[in-house]
């Protein structure tokens, strides 16, 4: 009977008490704003039903627990492995590059790149098979790509011509030459020759060392000092080998055209690798030279000099070519070895003679072919030995000379050279060449002028 006279005690206290409070609440709020009530009456849109979709789902092989005590076989499901191997991780690698200065060593390089004393040897012989380090040149570069621990992966020597031997380094050291396609490109110019052909060439944008070549051919035709009076005209063909925009190796001359007073003096060279240049005066030939070596400077000239070893005065009998060691020498003229071996000073020498009075002789040679034997035949542009330094020599050169009967000749003024190459002469082939020559050179001026101007508009 107490019970419920207190539960009814408690459930009118309660609503006596939420009667109070739900009406001190009414009269202490304001009219609620219609656009609050519109904010607050918003529901969130209700949600469909994700889509159902059909895609093929390939479950697992199903394994049987027979073994579990008071239940029946349970389904357990495996994991599926994929069957990939895994990549191996590459360790990072650094490179290490610079150029040869004068004086420093393969050996002097790879020590600084990082490479431990038996890796550098080993890269020295496996460079040394494919080129002579001794030719190493100071512009020469080296690249070195190793590990993080100091492993080299390869090892790169870029040398002339664009051409790079590289050693890599694998389970078994191995060895190869990349040398690059070169595209070969025809160009043209004009020099007006006030002081020299050199300064001419050179003013005029074109390949300065071109000089060197003009004063070989017409050397013993032309005197440059007392003929030329200043302001003739010198027109010039050449070829390039490119690789991109780098020029690889050095420009050879195709066609020279020089108007002296009266006379138009041209030379054509040939593009078979012969060697054999054809000098003409007013469109006829006048004769056939060789150079015995093509390209290279012109480092000393016949007469009286200061001996670069001796350092006496006497006379230098014949004269030099500096090029690098192993150029080409080719025959200046036809005729019949007479002489191979070794000439005390001179080192390795080749004699040629020209008939009963006339002998050219090459020395300093660094090697001669092996099929050339004493009494063989030779023609014009012939290769019959390579530049060298034997000898007395302060570096390679070909040193070559002109004797008759015996004497020692200026090789760049005598003319008997020449008179051994007309019978040889194939007039009628000769002026189609100049022909050509002409058309070419015609051509490439105007296309260089055409587009000079569009550049200038």
Request: charged residues 20%; aromatic residues 6%.
């Amino acid at each position: 009977m107490r019970l419920r006279t207190f539960a009814a005690g408690v459930a009118l206290a309660g609503t006596v008490s939420g009667a109070a409070i739900a009406f001190f609440d009414v009269l202490s709020k304001e009219p609620v704003p219609p656009e609050l009530a519109q904010a607050g009456s918003w529901m969130p849109q209700r949600l469909e039903a994700p889509r159902s979709l059909d895609i093929p789902l390939s479950l697992p092989a199903t394994a049987w627990v027979e073994d579990t005590p008071g239940f029946g076989p349970l389904p357990l499901l495996q994991a599926a492995v994929v069957d990939r191997p895994m990549q191996a991780i590459e360790p990072p690698l650094l490179t290490w590059s610079r150029d040869i200065s004068s004086g420093e060593t393969l050996d002097s390089l790879l020590s600084e790149a990082g490479l431990a004393g038996a890796d550098r040897a080993e890269v020295a012989l496996a460079l040394g098979a494919e080129y002579d380090l001794r030719r190493l040149r100071p512009g020469n570069s080296v690249t070195v790509v190793s590990t993080m621990d100091g492993s080299p992966r390869t090892v790169s020597l870029a040398v002339e011509d664009g051409v790079r031997i590289e050693v890599l380094f694998g389970e078994q050291v191995s060895t190869q030459v990349v040398a690059p396609d070169p595209e070969i490109v025809t160009l043209a110019g004009e020099a007006v020759i006030d002081t020299s052909i050199f300064a001419a060439l050179d003013n005029a944008g074109i390949p300065a060392r071109f000089a060197v070549d003009l004063a070989q051919m017409l050397g013993g035709t032309v005197d440059f000092r007392r003929e030329m009076a200043g302001g003739e005209t010198l027109r010039l063909l050449w070829r390039e080998a490119r690789v991109g925009d780098d020029r690889i190796g050095q420009p050879d001359l195709a066609f020279a055209a020089l108007e002296i007073g009266d006379s138009l003096y041209e030379i054509v060279w040939p593009d078979d690798g012969s060697g054999q240049a054809t000098i003409y005066v007013d469109g006829e030939v006048l004769r056939v030279f060789a150079q015995p070596v093509e390209g290279a400077r012109l480092s000393s000239v016949f007469g009286r000099r200061t001996h670069p070893v001796y350092g006496n005065v006497r006379m230098h009998t014949g004269v030099d070519f500096a090029a690098a060691s192993g150029t080409p020498v080719r025959t200046t003229a036809p005729g019949r070895v007479s002489f191979i071996g070794w000439r005390g000073g001179y080192g390795r020498v080749v004699e040629i003679s020209h008939g009963s009075e006339t002998m050219t002789r090459y020395a300093h040679l660094s090697a001669v072919p092996e099929g050339l034997t004493q009494g063989q035949r030779v023609a014009a542009g012939d290769v019959i030995g390579r530049v060298g330094a034997t000898g007395t020599a302060t570096g390679p050169n070909l040193h070559y000379e002109v004797l008759v009967d015996g004497r020692p000749t200026d090789p760049l003024s005598d003319d008997r050279l020449a008179e051994a190459a007309e019978n040889e002469v194939d007039d009628t082939a000769a002026l189609l060449r100049l022909t050509a020559a002409r058309a070419l050179l015609t051509e490439n001026l105007d296309s260089e002028i055409a587009q000079t101007t569009t550049e200038r508009l």
